[in-house]
């Protein structure tokens, strides 16, 4: 089992482009989702899904779209970037959404944006 | 919503010491605390966790215990080892609510 992975790792944007961060993991899980890691600021929650075709808003879901139209995918985008969007990306999954379950990280995708 | 907060943000303490990590929360419907350790450069990583049905939890050197009462709940690590320095962040969770909210972290160091 590879787990969770992330692509890519790093990645350097203009303001005002657009990207996608990929996200799949193989472990069936049905919960995944999305965190960005800022200095001093812990890990802060930006999407998340309980399963296929479900998807709900975290603590700071503007500027991000996701999607989940298989349980092994959940991409993110950046719609239009921003500087205030450079950080450090982790993509998680559990396999006991909603009961209190240890969630799997990627290895992290490292953004800036100029 | 659920707003945890985490003392201290950086610790430093001699091998062999204990340290100890505070963590707080806001909503009192949490009923699931885990810990993730977190390396340099790499992913979190569960070291332990506690639901709100037990006081205390231990596994080796470290134990979390909780106080539903005043919601907060406090990382032990006895014997500390150099290996040990990282960065830890607590966690709550509202079972249903399906978001794990996370703390800021506390970076510790153990000087050998």
């Known amino acids: 089992n590879a787990g969770v992975t992330q692509t890519p790792k790093f990645q350097v944007l203009k303001t005002g482009q657009s990207m996608t961060l990929q996200c799949a993991q193989d472990m069936n899980h049905e919960y995944m989702s999305w965190y960005r890691q800022d200095p001093g600021m812990g890990l802060r929650l930006i999407h998340y899904s309980v399963g296929a075709g479900i998807t709900d808003q975290g603590e700071v879901p503007n500027g991000y779209n996701v999607s989940r139209s298989t349980t092994e995918d959940f991409p993110l985008r950046l719609l239009s970037a921003a500087p205030s969007q450079t950080s450090v990306y982790f993509c998680a999954s559990s396999w006991n959404a909603g009961a209190g379950g240890e969630l799997f990280f990627g290895e992290g995708s490292r953004l800036t944006v100029l | 919503g659920e707003n945890v907060e985490q003392h201290p943000s950086t610790l430093s303490v001699q091998e062999g010491d204990s340290a100890v990590i505070k963590c707080t929360y806001s909503?009192?419907?949490?009923?699931?605390f885990p810990w993730y350790k977190q390396e340099l450069g790499k992913r979190p990583q569960l070291i332990i966790d506690?639901?709100?049905?037990?006081g205390e939890k231990k596994d080796q050197r470290i134990a979390v215990t909780l106080n539903k009462t005043a919601k907060h709940f406090s990382l032990h690590i006895t014997e500390t080892q150099p290996e040990d320095s990282a960065v830890y962040f607590c966690?709550?969770?509202?079972?249903?609510?399906?978001?794990?909210?996370f703390g800021a972290g506390t970076r510790l160091f153990v000087k050998a």
């Open positions: 506690i639901r709100s049905n037990v």
């Open positions: 966690a709550a969770e509202n079972t249903g609510g399906f978001k794990t909210i």
């Open positions: 909503d009192s419907a949490s009923n699931y």
